[in-house]
């Protein structure tokens, strides 16, 4: 299986100690269906429970919500490789985990969202730059007058907190 951590644990694939979510997100790239991740996961202790699959032996739960990464409605089409003892894994770009967590803000008013990618942006300045951020966060299509206020805000606070560092 060919998958993409995404979501709020590329967050904190990124910035472990900021950040900690209950579940794994991924996206599947190879097209492998449910039913296959489930077989596969089975060999593996995994269950399903509702949507997510748990372990009895562990805390967090796995998600498989994509087939594709996407930000708003665009495909991700590059990643940010992540080097482990058990081996590397792929997981968004800080700039598109920031624009993610933006976009979670954006559409659904989530201002932990929002806090988490002001943080998420300040601790990896420089390891993004401010082309490459606003490439991501152009993606998103706030759609109506509220939500382009909240994407207004949330740009100005990451140009202001970034412009601080």
Known sequence: MDV???GGSAVTSHAPALYTSDDIDFAVLSGVR???IAASLAKLGF???GRSYAHPDLTFT???VADWPLIEAEPVKHFFKIETPFGPYDTLTVEDAIADRVASFVHWNDRQGLD?????AASTRERWGAASLESALSVIDPGDAASSKRLRLACDLLITSSSTL
């Not at 988490?116 to 998420?120: E, H, K, T």
């Open 62 to 64: 796995l998600d498989f």
């Open 34 to 36: 449910q039913r296959e």
């Open 116 to 120: 988490v990618a002001l943080a998420l």
């Open 47 to 49: 269950s399903r429970a």
């Open 4 to 6: 993409v951590v995404i």
